[in-house]
């Protein structure tokens, strides 16, 4: 075997969440590619309005891009393949049981040896009853048929910033009803508290700002680390061989399933964005460490912990970072990104406009929130919102026939405005990560994972050989470039194009592909 992960998976039954995500897709992808011999791996996957959990699962593995590998190696001969190792069931996490009706909630508890949940929501401030259901409730029904399973074993993906509002050094370490602002809590009360909250605020705006408060009191920084850290916590208490793996900023792929893949739009992507903006200045911490780990990185790792809680010696946190033993200060990236500009053009696509050639030599550089400019986004848009609130007073006192200029330049301040408020919330929601906080999250329980697999083997990945400069270059700028930067222009990203005839999964019926309760 050319991997002794492979081996340990090899007729393994595992059951999965967030396999249609961004790291759940790559960790898909490599999994197949390079541990065929998996025994089963069944998909709980959401359905949409006209495409079903397994069409949808069929349609992102025919076309998206972090599946070519497996395209590629198979062929015409795809389709079986994946029936004889993929089941895909239509399933809500955050309901009772999963969604799943009691026949096929049997059948996974009798059969399956390890629940792998991937699944969340992903927002930095979202509406709490999206972020509740999905990143609290939802783990905590993974963890229900998990420890149904025959041997009750659980991997559950969480985040680095767990750690909330520390700095130093944070071990790999949990320690349940330790919040981060040092005093103890309940989790279990807490997440009864989190329903009470839904229950007792009826709007988004309500609930954000009493999510928010209690995020703060507990030291959380916002709601997607306050819901993370919850589900950590009362994961804890279950009685159930837990792992819980805590990737830092997520990024471009490395190397698999190409250099550059990305999917969505994580937290460089509006940064770099910002980068090619007539703003000089970057509200961030120059020394501190932008800790990032290419999505490769993370699902090869997620693999070693998996296969190391198959085995029954896994460590209770791995971190999945980088900035221990190879970082990278934003003061580093903004130059990097600097010159990815000047070889890219400010879009990442070689374009050579006026306005590209011209910014690509104007620098951005980081600035504490004290130290900025008169001219930033905030001051912008209180400059342009008084000017457009200014000329709507003078269109009143005009005539008709004399308002249409004035017309045109207040729906132009208004665009103008939307896009500075667009900026300062994006700058208000990163503040706690790339100014506030600095953080060195520890990784020697994955390093040793990693020590255990010779150089060539495929789940094998070493950080520390990362050069920062030709990565965040050749690979990262032109990767957020080619599949992010369409998002914030509100343009489609590409895909690859679907099979002749499309992909399609489960023509040999399985046991366990049935539909829910």
């Known amino acids: 075997s050319p991997s002794p992960i492979a081996d340990t998976l090899a007729g393994q039954h595992l059951v999965v969440t967030g396999a249609t ?37 069929a349609a992102m593995i025919d076309t998206s891009p972090a599946f070519r590998p497996l395209r590629d190696a198979h062929g015409a001969h795809l389709a079986a393949f994946l029936d004889a190792r993929l089941d895909v069931l239509d399933a809500d996490v955050s309901r009772p049981r999963l969604g799943l009706d009691d026949a096929t909630w049997h059948d996974l508890a009798r059969r399956a040896d390890a629940v792998v949940h991937i699944a969340g929501l992903t927002d930095f401030h979202p509406d709490p009853a999206k972020a509740v259901p999905a990143n609290v409730d939802g783990a905590l029904e993974v963890a229900t048929l998990a420890e149904a399973l025959p041997t009750p074993r659980m991997l559950h993906v969480s985040t680095a910033y767990v750690a909330g509002r520390r700095d130093g050094e944070i071990a790999e370490a949990l320690v349940p009803g330790l919040a981060p602002s040092g005093v103890r809590f309940d989790p279990v009360a807490t997440h009864a508290a989190l329903h009470d909250l839904l229950r007792s605020h009826p709007t988004p705006k309500a609930r954000t700002e009493a999510a928010a408060d209690l995020a703060e009191r507990l030291g959380w920084p916002n709601i997607y680390t306050l819901t993370k850290g919850v589900a950590e916590h009362v994961l804890a208490t279950r009685p159930l061989d837990l792992t819980v793996v805590r990737p830092s900023v997520v990024e471009c792929a490395r190397t698999f399933p190409f250099p550059g893949w990305n999917d969505g739009l994580n937290t460089s ?11 000089r200045a970057l509200p961030s911490t120059a020394e501190h460490t932008f800790d990032i780990i290419p999505v490769d990185a993370v699902a090869r790792w997620t693999t070693a912990a998996l296969a190391a809680l198959l085995e029954g010696r896994h460590a209770p946190v791995y971190h999945l970072a980088s900035g221990d033993v190879n970082p990278a200060s934003f003061a580093r990236i903004v130059e990097l990104t600097a010159l990815a500009r000047r070889r890219h053009g400010r879009d990442g696509t070689g374009d050579d406009d006026l306005f590209s050639r011209l910014s690509a030599h104007i620098d951005v550089v980081p600035r504490r929130h004290e130290a900025l400019p008169t001219v930033h986004p905030d001051r912008v848009e209180r400059w342009v919102d008084g000017l457009h609130r200014g000329l709507g007073t003078l269109s009143d006192r005009l005539p008709s026939a004399a308002t249409g200029p004035l017309s045109t330049a207040r729906r132009r301040l208004a665009r103008t405005r939307r896009d500075m408020g667009r900026l300062r919330r994006m700058l208000d929601l990163y503040r706690p990560f790339i100014h506030d906080h600095h953080w060195t999250f520890r990784t020697d329980h994955i390093r040793a994972e990693a020590d255990r697999l010779a150089s060539s083997d495929p789940f094998h990945d070493d950080v520390t050989s990362l050069c920062w400069r030709r990565y965040w270059i050749d690979v990262q700028y032109p990767g957020i470039a080619r599949w992010a930067f369409p998002i914030l222009r509100g343009e489609r990203v590409p895909t690859d194009p679907p099979s002749r005839p499309p992909l399609v999964l489960g023509a040999t019926e399985h046991p366990l592909a049935r539909g829910v309760a």
């Open 269 to 279: 992507g509006p940064i770099l964005w910002y980068c090619g903006t007539a703003f």
């Open 21 to 57: 995500g961004f790291l759940g897709g790559v960790w898909l992808s490599l999994v197949l590619t390079h541990a065929p011999d998996v025994g089963r791996i069944t998909l709980l996957v959401r359905g949409r309005p006209g495409l079903d959990a397994r069409a949808r699962v």
